[in-house]
């Protein structure tokens, strides 16, 4: 069974950073696209940053130049830098890992941004 362990969420005032992690076995992180995405209440989960296995990165808009997706493979990781933060970045926040036509997720982090 394929896990993906997150942690780092928390609740964090506007204008503060935070550090997303998520660890999970070599055998699937060495060939997974590692993402974060999240939701916020009431609304559909959405694409944060992706990180392929060459490092190659993409970000929704919204979080461009505040953020920052990056992978350390001796650690099979995957870290969401977060900084800036406003009160619309309040979500939960999944990590995700995709093999080919596979997906696998996380439990989820909430992040909460007071203003």
């Known amino acids: 069974q394929v896990q993906l362990v997150e942690s780092g969420g928390g609740l964090v005032q506007a204008g503060g950073s935070l550090r997303l992690s998520c660890a999970t076995s070599?055998?699937?992180?060495?060939?997974?696209?590692m993402g974060w995405y999240r939701q916020a209440p009431g609304k559909q989960r959405e694409l944060v940053a992706t990180?392929?296995?060459?490092?190659?990165?993409n970000y929704v808009d919204s979080v461009k130049g505040r953020f920052t997706i990056s992978r350390l493979n001796a650690r099979n990781a995957v870290y969401l830098e977060m900084n800036s933060l406003k009160p619309e970045d309040t979500a939960v926040y999944y990590c995700k890992a995709s093999i080919g036509a596979s997906d696998y997720w996380g439990q989820g982090t909430q992040v909460t941004v007071s203003s």
């Open positions: 070599a055998n699937i992180f060495s060939l997974a696209t």
């Open positions: 990180i392929t296995t060459g490092s190659i990165t």
